[in-house]
């Protein structure tokens, strides 16, 4: 069942912006992706809307070398990272260390996954496949 970006809307005390004007701003993204396919097509596609990509990385010590370095306002970041590695984990150590939005992708909807993912806090969980309108929306 998908998940609306809705459901993980704007933080408290900061408000919605509106169609046209910072929705569209420009934001820095960290990337947390192993699939290098999905990983470029995100690059492709952020850099198409205006955003800077910060960096592109799928273990945790990578991100927070790319994070510190590159100061991301979001993440967006995969649940299943390959080599073992865990992307809640990784998000969560971004958002405690950094301060940055969280922007789920997984493929995986199970309660268990879901729950760990919600405790982060994140902006948004989106399932893949997710609308690229979806994406858009999360990282306005």
């Given at each position: 069942m998908p998940v609306s970006t809705a459901e993980f809307g704007p933080k408290e005390g900061r408000a919605a912006p509106a169609r046209g004007d910072a929705a569209r701003r420009r934001r820095r993204v960290l990337i947390v992706e192993d699939e290098a396919v999905i990983a470029l097509d995100l690059c492709d596609l952020l850099e198409s809307w205006g955003h800077e990509v910060a960096g592109v990385v799928c273990t945790l010590g990578d991100a927070l070398a790319a994070a510190?370095?590159?100061m991301p306002g979001v993440a967006i970041v995969d649940v299943a990272l390959g080599i073992g590695?865990?992307?809640?984990r990784v998000a969560a150590?971004?958002?405690?260390?950094?301060d940055c939005d969280i922007v789920f992708?997984?493929?995986?909807s199970d309660a268990g996954t879901r729950?760990?993912?919600?405790?982060?806090?994140?902006t948004a969980l989106l399932l893949k496949p997710y609308a690229r309108d979806a994406l858009r929306a999360a990282l306005s």
């Open positions: 510190g370095e590159g590695e865990d992307g809640v150590e971004l958002k405690r260390r950094f992708v997984t493929a995986w729950a760990r993912m919600e405790r982060v806090g994140p």
